[in-house]
Structure formats: C-alpha cells, structure tokens
C-alpha cells in the first residue's frame, strides 16, 4: 500500500498535466497569436471558452477572404451568401476593440461583384485605424479605389490585385512612409498619373509591376531610394530612373516590351527572363549592356542568346561580376561564354542550369586561358544543373546541388 503523501504528490502532478496553459496566457499574447490565422478561423475560437470569447478583437491583422468563408457556394444561394459575408465583415469591424492595424487583408472572388459602398467604407474603416499594410485583391469589375488611400501616412506596403483595371491617381498623393508597392493587372491611362504617383512615394525601396499597362506618352519616373524592382510582362511606355536600384528582375514576352530601366550604375543582381521568343527584345539588351557594375547575372530561356548576340560586339568590362548563372544553353553559348569570362576578371562560379547533355559533349573542358580552370573538383553534374567554377588557387569543396 502507498503512502498517502506519495499517493497525493501523484494526483497533484496529474492535475498540473491537465492545466489549459494556453488559456492562462494574457491577452495581448493570445491575440497576437491569433493575428497570424486567417479573420474568419480567429472568430472561430469565441466557442472554446468565455476566456476566447473576444479575443479575437484584439487582433492587429484582419484577413477576409470570401471563397474561405463560403467554401464554394451554389449559385442558387448567391445573394443569401454575400449578404452573410457582408454582415460578417461589419461585425468584425465594428467589434475591434483596438486602435491600429497592422495588416488588412481583402480577398473577393471574381463572381461576387459587391456593392461600392462596402468596399470603400471597409477600406476607409482600416485607413482609419493606422493601417500599415494594405493588400487589396478584388473581383472583375472594381470601381475606383477610395482617394483616402494615397494619403494614408502609415501605409508602408501596398498591394493591389485586380482583373484589368484603369488605375486613377488623384491629383495629390502624398504616401510618405510607403516602402513596398505591388501591382497586378493595372492599367494607367496617363502618363501625369504615373509622375504624381512616384513623387508622393518618397520612401519606395520594392517595386513589382506583373501584367501591368501604361498607355501613355513616353514617361521617365525618378525613383530615388528604389533598391528592389520586379517587372512581369508589362507593356506600355515608361522608364524607371533608379540610381540606388541593387536587385532587378525582368520577365518579359514579344507582345510585353515597353518597361525600361536606367540609371543602373549601382545595381548588384540582374536576372532577365524573356519568355517564349527566339529573339531577346531590344530592352533587355540594354539592361544587359548597363549593368556591368553587378556582381551576379541570371539569365534564363531566351535570355542567353543575349551572350550571342552581343559577343559579336564590343561588350563592356564586367569588373565586379562573380556569379553567372545560364539557363537552356545551346551550342553557341560557349563559343560566346569565353569572351565574357575574358571580360570578367572576378568571376568566381558559373551555373549551367537545365543544360543539356549534348552541350556537355560538345564543351572542351580542358581548356586553358589566363586563370587555371579544371574539371576534377570545380563542377557537379546532377540532374537539372552544373555547378563550375574558375579556379584561381585551389580547387573548392564540391557543391551539393539540391
């Protein structure tokens, strides 16, 4: 038989296991943890216990995402739906207790086309309360995005995502802490639109542009502190003038050619793209032709022909280059890869990725040029990529090629 005091220390650690330690956690802990889930799963937890029953208006991030509220509803109960989500969206916004939000996050589906007035006072109700990131993804038909927006003083970060829309700038903007600007599928009509824009985003670092269309006159945008840029297939007439600009991607198609960048004396990555075309458009060649201060050049598809291309002519002394990386290489890339490395008295490893066998073969891998360059230790073969690198001095450790 058990002592009794043993026996008591057993039933006390027991119920010391059984504890609900999540529910003795402050608020302000519990509703940060509850910012981090999607709105409609936070309100959700008011059923676990009086302890959660308002929790969920504690939180900084709110997140509406229609198709995750109905699932994918009939169509017989379309209008009885969208209601429901409506008074839904109201509820929240009206039983959030605190005064900023850090992120608001809208997501309509593009068959439900909602009234104007909702949209633009739920917007307006999160520009209220100090948003700081707004991401904004609506459906076929949006209207006009509320003027408040462009003279929002937290907004930091931006996105929008829409289907073809004509984007309309007020006459003032004024986003003064706006660090991060996302675009998709916007259509601007005027080329003033776009330079009033730009002035009023003093602080932009990221820019991505995807599918987007400036039918306008020839426009050149200064982007002073511009550091990041994406563009994904837009079309139109417009320059971006980025002279602290470190990190570019540009994907482009035939039909997509009209984005160009200048001024990119200070650029370190460049990564160009061109999709579905035999012939690299003529701004890539430009890109490619201004960015001999980078230290690392991506260039996939079609993209390195561009090393065919303009080995037939004087190319400029990559001095800082030490990373090139080659997508889909064909015969004559290595004919013309010999005179960029002449050219590049820093670079340190050259990738070949989604090379072909037939480009191996025909490779003399036991040349010799003014550094020592081997085979033994300085590449690895492997499934989708080649790993090689100039030797100068010993030969590195073989990379592991995931």
Known sequence: MRHPKKCRKILEMGDKANLDRISSLPDELLANVLSFLPTLSAVRTSILSSRWRYLFTLTRNLSFNDLEY?????????EERKMSFE?????VLALHRIST???FSRKLRRTFNYNCPHLLLW?????LKGVQH????????????????????????LEVFTHPYDFSVPGLVCLPNLRTLKLH?????????????????????????HHCEFTTDHVRVSATVLRNLSIFSCSGHLVIDAP???NLLHVCTPSFDGVGVKNLRSLLSVELCPLLTSKPPQVLHDIIRSANNARELILKHGAVQLLTVIGNNPIPTYSKLERLLLGDCCCDTWKYLMVWLENSPQLGTIIFENVSYVFLGIVNWGFEFTRTLTTSHSFDLCSHCVYFTPLITQPPARTACG
Request: positive net charge; contains cysteine; hydrophobic residues 45%.
């Open 123 to 127: 917007i307006a109700a999160a520009i």
């Open 244 to 246: 602290k600009l470190a």
């Open 185 to 209: 599928n916007i259509r601007i009509l005027d080329g003033d639109a776009v330079n009033r824009f730009f002035v009023g985003c003093t602080q932009l670092k990221e820019l991505y542009l």
């Open 134 to 157: 707004l991401d904004l993804c609506i459906g076929d038909h949006p209207n006009a995005l509320p003027s408040c927006i462009f003279d929002c003083q937290t907004l930091t970060v």
């Open 70 to 78: 109905f699932g994918r509803p009939s169509l017989a109960k379309h």
């Open 87 to 91: 008074r839904f969206v109201y509820g």
């Open 101 to 103: 939000i850090h992120k």
